[in-house]
């Protein structure tokens, strides 16, 4: 009598599917390695759909449009300076060359650890209204932090100019050291030169 044996059970690799907060950080991963090897222009929904290999509706339900990606990418960046900031002004010393120096630290460093896509992803906001909205609003917050933490040692008050002037050095020379033009010691120095001047005016 022939007893009839079972096949075993084929295993079946099932895809591990991702949470959303997941899903998300897997896309704003592959979207900044676009922008940084690609450039912005290269970045579409639809490309970042397929370098992510997902579909085209997961990224739409993620983002909504290339402006809303756009978006999110430079809030992530604003809020990492933003954490690096607070972190470094906690522990610094309570005097102007102290707070000078993390202010033009930590945004030299904050870009350089963004890499050469920040200025692109910068650049491509004054492309849109909405996006051109977002990064005053973004700006204006990172000024009045600025300017909270340096007033204590200005000698008078320092108004909207000047603090359009340390961020647009800050800009300038942090983009141009993510770009390897620059040293980036040199970007920090030049940011801090410009904040202790701004401060101690008359």
Not at 3 to 25: F, G
Not at 43 to 64: C, I, M, N, Q, W
Not at 83 to 108: C, H, N, Q
Not at 110 to 137: F, I, N
């Amino acid at each position: 009598m022939s007893s009839k044996q079972t096949k075993p059970a084929m295993e079946v690799t099932a895809k591990k599917r991702l949470t959303k907060e997941d899903r998300n950080r897997q896309l704003m991963d592959v979207a900044w390695s676009i922008v940084r090897s690609e450039g912005t222009d290269a970045l579409t929904l639809g490309y970042l759909a397929e370098r992510a290999g997902v579909t085209k509706p997961v990224v739409y339900d993620h983002f909504g449009t290339r402006t809303g990606l756009l978006g999110v990418l430079y809030e992530e960046y604003d809020n990492r300076q933003h954490a690096l900031m607070d972190e470094a002004l906690e522990a610094s010393g309570k005097s102007l060359p102290a707070v000078a120096r993390v202010i033009a630290a930590t945004y030299v460093n904050c870009v350089m650890e963004m890499g050469c896509e920040m200025p692109g992803v910068s650049a491509a906001l004054a492309g849109s209204p909405e996006l051109d909205a977002l990064k005053k609003k973004l700006e204006a917050a990172f000024l009045a932090k600025c300017q909270a933490a340096l007033q204590p040692f200005a000698k008078r008050p320092i108004g909207p100019a000047g603090m359009r002037a340390m961020l647009g050095t800050a800009e300038a020379v942090s983009f141009a050291a993510a770009a390897g033009e620059l040293d980036p010691a040199d970007a920090e120095n030049e940011i801090y030169d410009a904040i202790v001047r701004i401060a101690r005016r008359m």
